[in-house]
């Protein structure tokens, strides 16, 4: 028997609903991964930061057992009771001290590192302590303080309580490395000494005194309730901190499974391996005990920075595993309703699919026959009205096909238009170029053959001008002469220095050495009598490869100006830096002038463009003066606001030797 087609609905909702079940499924794998992803990784911030925390604490108690030790060895009744070796004096008053500071062991040996007072075990003395690396290091570098392993031995000299203190029996952890001893005598202490001296810096002996953390909760509980302030999920503790001997648990509040603390359990194998052996902090979940953990673990170093411990920081994982399922269950349920709402919307939806596409086979064999003018009636607002306008637009759109690449064809040749209006431009800037070039050499020409001329008028002028009386009146006449004349002969001196510029003769030279030659040269001028200068030179500039000359008669071109903008009263500030990466020297002239237009700034380097009176410049000045920094390899920028003043920095590359052809 043959199957009957299936209707269209029946594709649609079937099609629909197979790619809202992929989806949603595929939606939910991500999500589970991304929002369990994000909240560990939240976690796992937070607990590389707890561990910060930690550390703070830890070197708290640390600076804190070292400030007692330091401060007691620094008595003056101290020194005066070991100069006079009244030992009941000096065991009264450590004893006082290392009972009212919570000190485990505080003793003090002579200079040559013998135990002359044990405050703990007042009767075992004269032990040598010499060969201690804290005790050594306090007699060289002053006082400090470490963690440092404290072997049973020395434990049993300050007393039985404190070695069975330390002694443990290691309890079996799973998940830990193998090992082939079963108990721990040793201790983890922290540990300070300070040297003893007088008045002459003289070494009297040394003072050291610790803490031994082994079943001392202090730390691990302060750390705990500073940074988890005690909170509690299911009844357990949220937040845990341990300190460790090696692998081995000394002081933690994690909790075993008989609701005491998890000392003598010990570290896991993959932790042991990365912070013990490698010496790398861990920050990844890990088995603790009897729960996994989000966890923060970093070596602890003694003196010789060696890897005695570990400082660890975990939170349980079970709060954001809950966290992460509670989401996704709620994400699922939302997901499970909306399929059900979009599977009734659909069935309802594809009525409205189906009838306009009946009328579109119609129309479209309607097309088929040739009948291009055939036009689609159908008033939709949905993709199938798009549709239908789409067919009825299609012949338009073919007669105006032609229309549109006539008037493409307009708009190509206006752009080719346009772009021979730029070469044009361009060829007219380089002939421009050419021209000012050739105007140079002219300049240079004419310059040369009137400079011979002016000399003698010159030189004539001023003799006729000595030989004529100040009463007569050719005097006056004679005066402007010579004063024309000298005008003439600089603009010719500019001339040719602008055309024929010399090269810089290159020598290493130190640039504020200039800035202060040239200041020098200026300031005792009449303009400058009503400006005060203002200097800030950096003192760590570098000498460079420049000519001397040249730079100064840049900076006192640079600064005439900057006076002649102030009009002879302002403030005029000289500055001189390094860059960021120390590849360039930067000298700024700023003055409190009437400032340069913002049209003129375009062209304050061109030859012969001046802002001063007809008659005061010739245009030359900052031409010659860009000229020569360019040949220094350098820049001149300028910032300048009218009314306010202006700022000329001459940037000068960092050139230590001079190059030779």
Known sequence: ??????????????????????????????????????????????????L????????????????????????????????????????????RVRENYGLDVLTLTDHNGKVIIRTRNPEVIGDDQSQDEIIKSALKKGPLAHPQIVSRDELLKEGQDLADQAYMEFIDTPKAAPRPDNEETNGLMLKAASSVQDEYGNHLGVLYGGILLNRNYEIVDRVKETVYKGEKYKGRDKGTATIFQHDLRISTNVINEKG??????????????????????WIDRAFVVNDWYITAYEPIKDIDNKIIGILYVGMLERPYIDTTTQVMLTFTAMAFLCVVFLLVILYFSTTRIINPLQKMVIATQEIARGDLSHKVEMKSGDEIGDLADSFNQMTAKLKSANKKLVEWGKTLEKKVEERTKELTEMQTHLVQSEKLA???????????????????????????????DKDSPYYENLKKIVKETSRCKLIVRGLLEFARPKEPEMSLVI?????????????RQALFQNITIKKSYASDLPQIVADSAQLQQVFINIILNAAEAMDGNGVLTLESSLNADGSLIEVKFSDTGHGIKKEDKKRL?????????????????????YSIIQKHQGTIEVESQPEKGSAFTVKLPVVKEIEHD
């Open 1 to 50: 028997m043959k199957l009957r087609p299936l209707s269209l609905r029946t594709k649609l909702i079937l099609s629909f609903l197979i790619v809202i079940i992929i989806g949603g499924l595929l939606s939910l794998s991500l999500g589970w991964r991304l929002v369990k992803r994000t909240i560990i990784d939240q976690a796992q911030l937070k607990v590389k930061h707890d």
């Open 52 to 95: 910060a925390a930690a550390w703070m604490v830890f070197n708290k108690k640390l600076k804190e057992i070292n400030e007692i030790v330091d401060l007691t060895a620094a008595r003056e009744g101290l020194q005066e009771a070991i100069k006079s070796r009244k030992k009941d004096i000096l065991l009264k008053s450590l004893s």
């Open 260 to 281: 005491e603390r998890a000392i003598g359990t010990r570290v896991s194998k993959e932790v042991n391996n990365a912070v013990l052996k490698e010496g790398k902090p």
């Open 438 to 468: 050739s105007l140079g050499k002219l300049a240079a020409g004419i310059a040369h053959e009137i400079n011979n001329p002016l000399g003698g008028i010159l030189i004539y002028s001023h003799l006729l001008l000595e030989d004529t």
């Open 511 to 523: 640039i504020s050495e200039i800035i202060e030659r040239s200041l020098a040269i200026m300031e």
């Open 605 to 625: 380097f061109e030859p012969f463009f001046s802002t001063k009176e007809v008659g005061k410049g010739t245009g030359l000045g900052l031409a010659i003066s």
